[in-house]
């Protein structure tokens, strides 16, 4: 389950990670008065709450100057839309007085099956694309859960990306509290981005994400962050998913591959290889069984949906499911979807031979494979 972002600052603020002061707010009654009261001083910066990445883009955060600004931005960005997410509140915060944006982050690492804690003195834009056009001013460390977080830990990583050495005490003491957030809150990832520096040489958290494991609050822990839940906006697409009988998993907004299946264990594994291959899943959709190509069509559709997506596998073992069908859906699907949007299959069972006859005549858009690592590399290529 992904954190709001002032919900995400609350857990910081528990392992007292030194955040920005704010206020949310969840209607337009008496902003001043509300900025006045937790003393906020102006300029102020006002994001809206939403699970998802890119409101920057989208307009979704602003900075007030005084206090008819803040009411003409809270206007405008209450209830906005976000890539389908409504924005029911506000985050008002001081404006910082940045000398320096870093990042930090802790998350589980599938190889070394340990947290990873990830730091850059460049933050402010996304790690991977950091790591890709400077991986020297990017530290990953695997960190052994019972020692922690080590003093020759934050030397290693101010080392190898050249960080300022002045910043050694508060790096160590900020990187071992958010490990500690990390295991106690049972997440698969904590991210501070950005990590600042004030030009009075104070390290801050501006920005943050949590992740929480959901299997921890159905056995019952986390019961702060349970009551979460039952106020977090669904992902449109899960709910346009249920009414065909799919179930649509949202993961990396920005990633670039989405995967289609008729099974979980099939859909996990593939999820699996691609990840370990170097690529982002964006979503999955398991369209069950016995789906007709009417509805295979608005399958893909549904996972398309997400504009960063521009390769999709589709991994289908036809029993029920016949395969002529799920490759006539495929064709109808990408009738309607622009030309760069391509798509990797890997099908085998009933009617495989129609089906086959079915992806000749698109064979300019589609891949057709005949195991599931030809299917991985077929989807890198596209990747890149």
Known sequence: ?????????????????PTMRGIVIDDLEGIPEKIAEAKLNYPVVIKVQVQIGGRGKAGGVQFADNPAEAVA??????????????????LIVEKADVAQEMYMSVLLDRNTKCPLLIYSPIGGMDIEQTAKET???????AVDPLR???????DYIISKTGADPALKPQLTDIAKK?????????????????????????????????????????????????AYRDNMQEDPREKEARSFNFHFVPLDEDGTV??????????MSCLDLITKRGMKVAGCLDQGGGATREKLKEAVRIVFQNQNIHVLLVYIFGGITRCDEVCAGIKMALEE???????????EGTNKEAAMEILETIKDRVVAVDNV???VEALWKFHN
């Open 1 to 17: 389950m992904k954190l709001l972002e002032y919900q995400a600052k609350g857990i910081f603020e528990k392992f007292d990670i």
């Open 73 to 90: 931005w809270a206007k405008k960005l209450l209830y906005m839309d976000v890539r389908g997410y409504t924005a029911k509140q506000l």
């Open 135 to 141: 991986p020297d001013k990017v530290a990953k460390v």
């Open 148 to 154: 922690g977080i080590q003093n020759y830990t934050i």
């Open 178 to 226: 958010l490990m500690k957030a990390f295991f106690e809150y049972n997440t698969m990832l904590v991210e501070i981005n950005p990590l600042i520096v004030t030009k009075g040489g104070e390290v801050i958290a501006v920005d943050g994400k949590v992740e929480v494991d959901d299997n921890a609050l159905y056995i019952g822990k986390l019961p702060d962050i349970a």
């Open 258 to 267: 989405g995967i289609m299946s008729n099974g979980s264990g099939m859909m």
């Open 337 to 347: 979807q622009p030309a760069d949007r391509k798509v990797v299959v890997r099908i």
């Open 373 to 375: 690592p030809e299917a």
